[in-house]
């Protein structure tokens, strides 16, 4: 039964950080691709960050320098330090895991398995 845990959002002023955690229990967290997915109402999903088994990691432009993602593999969690954030990254922020092979991490069909998310505000 695999089940991924978002926490850390929150409402936040322009300019400020955040810090989303993702505990995930999964048995393949250690070679799992592991992504932050984000979601505003109405709109597409779009893929935030991602990170693979051996830590490399992939941003979406509009995040890069300002967004970074890591994972604690003896803790089976994923975060998402987030600063100078912009009310356009308001959104439902979703951790995701993708087990499957022959998909890359950047990818978002990579990903097979999803949280329930946690609302990032920025105003």
């Known amino acids: 039964h695999v089940q991924l845990v978002e926490s850390g959002g929150g409402s936040v002023q322009a300019g400020g950080s955040l810090r989303l955690s993702c505990a995930a229990r999964?048995?393949?967290?250690?070679?799992?691709?592991m992504g932050w997915i984000r979601q505003v109402s109405g709109q597409e999903r779009e893929g935030v960050a991602s990170?693979?088994?051996?830590?490399?990691?992939s941003y979406v432009d509009s995040v890069k320098g300002r967004f970074t993602v890591s994972r604690d593999n003896g803790m089976n969690s994923v975060y998402l330090q987030m600063d100078r954030l912009k009310p356009e990254n308001t959104a439902m922020y979703y951790c995701?895991?993708?087990?499957?092979?022959?998909?890359?991490?950047?990818?978002?069909?990579?990903?097979?398995?999803w949280g329930q998310g946690t609302q990032v505000t920025v105003s």
């Open positions: 999964i048995g393949t967290f250690r070679s799992a691709c």
């Open positions: 990170i693979d088994a051996d830590g490399e990691t």
């Open positions: 995701a895991a993708g087990t499957r092979a022959g998909f890359q991490c950047e990818w978002l069909n990579a990903y097979n398995f």
